[in-house]
């Protein structure tokens, strides 16, 4: 079994910024990607941005220039860093991972954090 904790989340000013952080633990054998989500009340889940296990990154138009994402594959760990918050940012960020448990698992599957908050104030 698999766990995502996600933690940096919080209030800030617009302009601001904060760092979301994701950690995977349990029987973890490789990552394949790994990303952050985004989710409104009552509203689709959408990409914010994802990076594979050799680095290579995409980003929703809506927050390119200003997120920055990055991994440390020894520890596991996706980052999130989000420079000149906007109030339109406030919504629950979600860490996603594709993860192979063992060798001898055919295919990855796909694990989701908890969510954290992010409120940005006017």
């Known amino acids: 079994q698999v766990q995502l904790v996600e933690s940096g989340g919080g209030l800030v000013q617009a302009g601001g910024s904060l760092r979301l952080s994701c950690a995977a633990s349990?029987?973890?054998?490789?990552?394949?990607?790994m990303g952050w989500y985004r989710q409104a009340p009552g509203k689709q889940r959408e990409l914010v941005a994802r990076i594979t296990s050799g680095g290579v990154t995409d980003y929703a138009d809506s927050v390119k220039g200003r997120f920055t994402i990055s991994r440390d594959n020894a520890k596991n760990t996706v980052y999130l860093q989000m420079n000149s918050l906007k109030p339109e940012d406030t919504v629950v960020y979600y860490c996603?991972?594709?993860?192979?448990?063992?060798?001898?698992?055919?295919?990855?599957?796909?694990?989701w954090g908890q969510g954290t908050q992010v409120t940005v104030s006017s």
């Open positions: 996603n991972a594709k993860i192979k448990g063992s060798y001898s698992e055919y295919s990855y599957t796909d694990y």
């Open positions: 349990g029987r973890i054998f490789s990552i394949n990607v």
